[in-house]
């Protein structure tokens, strides 16, 4: 049973020992968990989050990753002369002193700090924001390559094994529980003609062709915290897919998402298009910061993520259209089909686009290496 708005107010309460909070407001565009923010008596803030546990089976493995990570960043920051408070997530614990709260459906929640003057975009609106979240995000891989990736939890299991997730797809194609699978017949067959590419970067890996690193794995504009006053990018945020990952996968989801002409579930498929310019911005941001890391290989392997990203979305999106709309949030029944038919546009432009694609990204990679 969804809680009641004075239940997730008592819960919330549990997190502000020293003053009353008031109503919980829905916040953020997230499509996994439920997120509220909180106003205190003092004028204080912070974040309320029911952890959604259909997508995170094991929410203290979850918490336990997001703790060390936050922690090790916020020496890594206080290092480098910036704002801990400010440039990672801190967790807030309840008066019986511990992270999490389970509600009477044994679901789990936990409060964040709430990063005042910030906001979120859902769609990229100048090239300096989005180049501004690359650098977050290449700050954010940097700042983490001495944390022991092996120590991580596999928060989902197998999250981007694009080949693993094309079975999944097959395998909701095949069952259609929802009887939706004849109405989408030409978009399926798109997607299965792409199963052969979905392959490559999880082959490159096995061969050791490319290294696992600490990756963030769900690099969206919006999970990126930008300063209303100064555009410059505060905190990464949504911390719950932080993992050992490819570097492909986190400049290839950011690309998927910020570098279209169009948001993510625009219905009007003739406003969707593959922007170079902003997948220029990007690179040029993530790449500033991470260049000098990165292998030849890896950096080719960029330009393959953002291809990646796309199809394995596209094929996300279509399996739960497919599935009865189980795992993202939707608005409307149409709207995982919706949100797929933009990732398949957004790919055949990336194909027309690719030596561009790569070019750049072999360029900006020179050139950071060489600042
Ligand atoms: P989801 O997994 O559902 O995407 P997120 O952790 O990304 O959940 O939170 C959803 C939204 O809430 C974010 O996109 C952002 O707008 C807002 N948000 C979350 N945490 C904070 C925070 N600590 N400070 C300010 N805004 C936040
Ligand atoms: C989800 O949680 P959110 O809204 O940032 C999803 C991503 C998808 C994205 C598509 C844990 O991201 O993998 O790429 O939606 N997160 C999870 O918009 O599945
Ligand atoms: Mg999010």
Not at 156 to 169: E, M, N, Q, S, V
Not at 177 to 193: F, H, N, P
Request: proline content about 3%.
């Amino acid at each position: 049973m969804k809680l009641t708005v004075e239940e997730i107010r008592a819960l919330a309460q549990a997190y502000a020992p020293h003053g009353t909070v008031g109503s919980p407001v829905a916040f953020g565009g997230g499509h996994i968990n439920d997120t509220y923010l909180l106003s205190c008596g003092d004028g204080s803030q912070f974040v309320l989050q029911r952890i959604n546990q259909n997508v995170f089976p094991d929410p203290h493995a979850v918490m336990d990753n997001i703790q060390r990570v936050t922690h090790h960043l916020r020496k890594r920051i206080r290092a480098a002369g910036g704002d801990p408070e400010r440039e990672t997530l801190r967790m807030l614990k309840n008066t019986a002193g511990e992270l999490c709260t389970i509600d009477s459906n044994g679901d789990y929640w936990r409060a964040y700090v709430f990063v005042g003057g910030s906001v979120t975009y859902d769609q990229v609106e100048s090239p300096e924001i989005f180049c501004e979240s690359g650098r977050a995000f290449g700050r954010f891989m940097s700042m983490l390559d001495d944390f022991d990736a092996s120590t991580l939890h596999e928060t989902i299991a197998r999250f981007h094994d694009t080949p693993k997730r094309f079975g999944d797809f097959r395998a909701a194609v095949e069952n259609d529980a929802a009887g939706r699978a004849q109405g989408v017949r030409e978009l399926i067959d798109l997607a299965l003609s792409y199963e052969a590419f979905g392959s490559t970067l999880m082959d490159q890996l096995q061969s050791g062709a490319l290294p696992l690193r600490v990756t963030h794995n769900d690099t969206k504009l919006n999970n990126v915290l930008i300063d209303n006053a100064t555009g410059r990018a505060v905190c990464v945020i949504d911390l719950d897919t932080v993992m050992p990952g490819l570097c492909a996968y986190d400049f290839g989801d950011a690309i998927r998402f910020g570098a279209s002409t169009a948001a993510e579930d625009e219905q009007d498929l003739s406003r969707v298009h593959f922007d170079m310019n902003l997948y220029r911005a990007y690179a040029r941001g993530y790449l500033s910061e991470v260049a000098s890391a990165l292998s030849p290989n890896e950096v080719d392997s960029l330009a393959v993520g953002a291809k990646m990203m796309t199809l394995e979305n596209g094929i996300r999106f279509l399996g739960d259209y497919l599935n009865g709309d189980v795992y993202f949030k939707t608005a409307y029944p149409e709207h995982n089909l919706v949100r797929a038919r933009t990732q398949f546009k957004l790919l055949s432009e990336m194909n027309q686009h690719w030596d561009e694609m790569l070019a750049c990204v072999r360029e900006l990679a020179q050139k950071g290496k060489n600042a």
